[in-house]
Each structure stands twice: as structure tokens, then as C-alpha cells.
């Protein structure tokens, strides 16, 4: 398991602990330090099953003073969460399996 981790968000390392709980030590990707490009982010997406625009951090100050109100592509939101990796919603963990957004962290027990 992959799981793109922020260490100073409490939903990351809540759900951190608790795959550590299960057994299970994921490899983890600090996103903010080592950023998914655009074709990673498109991939981690598709496993989702969600569209660019679900997986943004709506309050963000980068989303709010940089795209509030505009009408982007699918594209332009991958490009914005490339541009600014702190809009990505955390954390994400990807298996084999699929993927899922810990929020809740019970989210990732379909992933197990």
C-alpha cells in the first residue's frame, strides 16, 4: 500500500496509525515534499473513481484566491493540484486494489 501522506495533517496521521493498527506499513509518499506529476495525479484519479474537481481542498487560500468561481476542465484542476500539491485532498492510500481518500480513515478498509 501507497499512501500520500501529509505529516502535519491530523486526518493523515490518524489514518497512519491506525493501517499501522492493522498490521499494515505503507509506503509512504509525502506529497508536499515529492509532488505526483500530472500523468501520477490522472492515474491516482481514475482509482478514485472521482473527477479532479472531488479530490481539491476547496479552501485552500491557493484554490480561493487562484480558481473560486471558474469553470476548468478536468485538466486545468490536475494542473492546479500539480502547480499547488497542498490543494490535494488527504490522504490517499492506493493498492493493488484501488484507491481511497481516508476521510474517514475507515475509508481505506475496502483497500485491506
Given at each position: 500500500?501507497?499512501?500520500?501522506?501529509?505529516?502535519?495533517?491530523?486526518?493523515?496521521?490518524?489514518?497512519?496509525?491506525?493501517?499501522?493498527?492493522?498490521?499494515?506499513?505503507?509506503?509512504?509518499?509525502?506529497?508536499?515534499?515529492t509532488p505526483?506529476?500530472?500523468?501520477?495525479?490522472?492515474?491516482?484519479?481514475?482509482?478514485?473513481?472521482?473527477?479532479?474537481?472531488?479530490?481539491?481542498?476547496?479552501?485552500?487560500?491557493?484554490?480561493?484566491?487562484?480558481?473560486?468561481?471558474?469553470?476548468?476542465?478536468?485538466?486545468?484542476?490536475?494542473?492546479?493540484?500539480?502547480?499547488?500539491?497542498?490543494?490535494?485532498?488527504?490522504?490517499?492510500?492506493?493498492?493493488?486494489?484501488?484507491?481511497?481518500?481516508?476521510?474517514?480513515?475507515?475509508n481505506v478498509?475496502?483497500?485491506?
Open positions: 500500500m501507497q499512501l500520500y501522506h501529509n505529516p502535519r495533517c491530523r486526518k493523515s496521521r490518524e489514518t497512519l496509525a491506525f493501517l499501522k493498527e492493522q498490521g499494515i506499513e505503507p509506503q509512504i509518499i509525502e506529497y508536499l515534499k505526483p506529476d500530472f500523468q501520477t495525479l490522472k492515474l491516482i484519479i481514475e482509482k478514485l473513481g472521482i473527477k479532479p474537481f472531488d479530490l481539491i481542498r476547496k479552501k485552500e487560500a491557493e484554490f480561493t484566491e487562484n480558481y473560486k468561481g471558474q469553470n476548468l476542465t478536468d485538466d486545468q484542476y490536475i494542473e492546479a493540484m500539480v502547480k499547488f500539491p497542498k490543494l490535494i485532498e488527504r490522504p490517499i492510500a492506493i493498492t493493488e486494489k484501488g484507491a481511497a481518500i481516508g476521510r474517514p480513515m475507515e478498509l475496502k483497500l485491506i
